[in-house]
């Protein structure tokens, strides 16, 4: 039988809040701000499992 | 997919625990052409409450030997932010796989993306529909697709999830082995318990709509051509007080390869 499913509503940034600020290096090695970079756009922040796998 | 986003004046970018050099790498190897993020040390996961602390605990349960690099994993999920940065989807979902790929997870969950023109097949009587579709119309080697399928119920009618009660047919999906396709466990949405009416007994079952997504891995090499999945999708529909026989129903989705990007697909130099 699977695990009780966890409540994604509660985990992590919620609908309808701003999303934080994030400012990480990319592959190139620049620090990227999200927000910054997005601009005016709409975004798609994926998080997701290691690349090497 | 993300030149389609691009168009559509949507940013992307994904995030991971991978250090620069390992997202460089990929990005040479995949043609990647959006902000790959490293969070290495997993702090911004911490920070944003997206640490997955049961990753070993979960992967207990389907047999998954705990691994040093499961330490820092975040839940894999999307967020989609409107203009001024608020969030106004998310969609995360439990994964026990260790390879689910950031483009996997976007296509499973979005409909700004166009999906391949999907199949679909209805039951005799009405009682189920099934529509199958892939994240997208090409793949390129070594990408994992996914094969969604909703199965849509008519109102008080369910279909049976494992453990099924003896006799029992319970859902699920298969596909037509293809050389150098490799498919996953198909991840459906958790069934709800239900009791037959006069029967001191419970079973899991699905109502309403069912969507549930396999994953397909395409590793033969390069080269391999265009395919047609087959799949067929087994389940048995019961009402309240009466079941069907077991049935199945059958769909054919079309998936095209495509080179990486910058380069070219090989051409056969013999017939094999």
């Not at chain 2, 990753?55 to 389907?62: G, L, R």
């Not at chain 2, 790929?101 to 700004?112: R, S």
């Not at chain 2, 999945?229 to 049935?247: E, G, K, W």
Request: with cysteine; glycine share 10%; proline share 7%.
């Amino acid at each position: 039988m699977p695990l009780p499913p966890r409540d994604f509503t509660t985990i992590g940034p919620k609908l309808g809040e701003r999303f934080p600020d994030v400012r990480l290096p990319d592959q190139t090695g620049q620090v990227v701000d999200l927000h910054a970079a997005r601009g005016r756009q709409r975004a798609l922040v994926v998080f997701h499992r290691s690349a090497e796998w | 997919m993300a030149e389609k986003l691009r168009e559509s004046g949507v940013a992307l970018f994904a995030l991971s625990y991978d250090s620069v050099d390992v997202l460089r790498i990929f990005t040479e190897k995949h043609g990647i052409t959006f902000p790959l993020l490293s969070d290495g040390g997993s702090h911004v996961i911490r920070q944003l409450g997206l640490h997955n602390e049961r990753v070993a605990e979960d992967h207990a349960v389907y047999g998954i030997a705990a691994n040093p690099r499961h330490v820092g994993l975040p839940y894999p999920g999307v967020f989609v932010l409107d203009q001024d940065g608020t969030i106004v989807q998310k969609r995360f979902h439990e994964s026990y796989r260790v390879r689910d790929t950031g483009a996997g997870v976007i296509a499973q969950t979005l409909d700004l993306l166009e999906s391949s023109d999907g199949a679909g097949a209805v039951d005799e009587g009405g009682a189920v529909s099934v529509r199958g579709w892939l994240d997208s119309p090409t793949y390129v080697w070594f990408q994992r697709l996914h094969l969604n399928v909703e199965v849509v119920m008519a109102p008080g009618v369910h279909i049976y999830d494992q453990p099924v009660p003896r006799g029992f047919v319970p859902l699920s999906i298969g596909v037509e082995p293809i050389d150098g396709l490799e498919v996953g466990t198909v991840s459906w949405p958790s069934p709800r318990l239900f009791r037959m009416d006069g029967l001191d007994e419970t079973f899991w079952v699905h109502e309403g709509t069912a969507r549930g997504a396999l994953p397909l891995t395409f590793m033969g090499a390069p080269g391999a051509g265009d395919h047609v999945i087959r799949v067929t999708v087994a389940y048995q529909a019961c009402s309240a007080s009466v079941c069907l026989v077991p049935s199945s129903l059958r769909l054919e989705l079309p998936v095209k390869e495509m080179a990486l990007v910058g380069r070219e697909l090989p051409r056969p130099t013999s017939t094999t």
